[in-house]
């Protein structure tokens, strides 16, 4: 199955170009004759057994062919003199960005040879590294669409295709971020100073979430979601809520920190004394109950989120019940 980002194809598979082919016992003078017949063609995949063994690019046969002796050497002899006999040969599933990663770590001389590619172990065809590169440009120029401006986490768009692939787990736990007071701190200190706040809370974040690969997206505001494909997630809350709840302090005006009288207007409009942001972390896991569809997981966590905030203070609850610190 191909994966796809919005409706681009992102792997190597959805690009690749079928081209000619020849056996190993193929005469140079063949392979000489197919180059002068094809003027487009870039080079030839060698293949036995339907599979690829090597590559005979037009550039260097013709450097081989085109010196002193090159002619009479090699002309007369089978083609796989003239071969490279390690290509880079790729799976018809593999990601364009693993393929371009690969593709650029070649040695210089190969660096612009095509891709040669398989499906099933069978040779396919090929993708020229033109192709590739203009292909990985416009992944991540959509790719880019589906992340959020100010954290560059995924959005909303990839967080609801992440839940939809979810409930195929054997094991997950969803974890929904929330701040509290943070509309307090904004009518406060400005929407720059809640941006920097936001930045902080995504490194925070990212140093505790993304370390084992896991998914971390930013639904928007002061909400983040992370999808972790187990169940021991209190370490991770309790090391997130202890950076959050070390460092926040350092984002306030010590002035107001310290007067006892210094009052802001809440959300109910009236004035009451300044509290220091806090987080609230929701999360929900199919440790008892599986679900069938990602509306289901947004609906729980949610509620479970409703629940948390009505803790003074910074804290995590799980499945509802299960504990919170």
Do not use: W
């Amino acid at each position: 199955m191909v994966t796809k980002i919005g409706e681009v194809a992102t792997n190597i598979g959805g690009i690749v170009k079928k081209v000619p082919f020849i056996e190993p016992f193929v005469k140079n003078k063949e392979v000489d004759k197919l180059f002068t017949d094809n003027p487009d063609i870039r080079g030839l995949v060698v293949v036995h057994h339907e599979k690829p063994v090597a590559h005979i690019t037009r550039t260097h046969f013709y450097q081989k062919i085109g010196t002193l002796y090159g002619y009479n050497l090699y002309m007369g002899r089978e083609s796989k003199l003239l071969a490279k006999n390690d290509p880079l040969i790729v799976d018809y599933y593999q990601s364009i960005t693993e393929v371009s990663r690969l593709a650029m770590e070649r040695e210089e001389e190969d660096l612009y040879d095509d891709v040669i590619v398989t499906k099933d172990d069978k040779f396919i065809g090929v993708v020229s590294i033109r192709a590739l590169l203009m292909k990985f440009v416009e992944i991540q120029v959509e790719f880019a669409s589906f992340l959020n401006p100010l954290s560059n986490l995924p959005g909303n768009h990839l967080i609801h295709q992440t839940l939809a692939k979810a409930v195929l787990l054997e094991q997950f736990s969803i974890l929904y971020f929330d701040l509290d007071y943070f509309k307090t701190y904004n009518d406060l200190y400005g929407f720059n100073k809640g941006d920097q706040i936001l930045l902080h809370l995504t490194d925070i974040l990212k140093r505790h979430v993304l370390h084992n690969g896991d998914f971390l997206g930013h639904i928007g505001g002061d909400d983040f979601m992370a999808l972790i494909p187990h169940y021991n997630i209190e370490p991770i809350c309790e090391n997130i809520i202890k950076e959050f709840d070390e460092t926040i302090v350092d984002f306030y005006n010590p002035r107001h920190l310290s007067d006892p009288n210094f009052k802001i207007k809440g959300r109910s409009g009236e004035m009451e004394n300044l509290s220091i942001m806090s987080l609230s972390i929701a999360v929900l896991t199919n440790r008892q109950r599986q679900f069938e569809k990602a509306e289901e997981i947004s609906n729980e966590v949610a509620a479970i989120k409703r629940y948390c905030k009505k803790t003074i203070g910074s804290c995590f609850i799980i499945d509802n019940s299960d504990g919170f610190s």
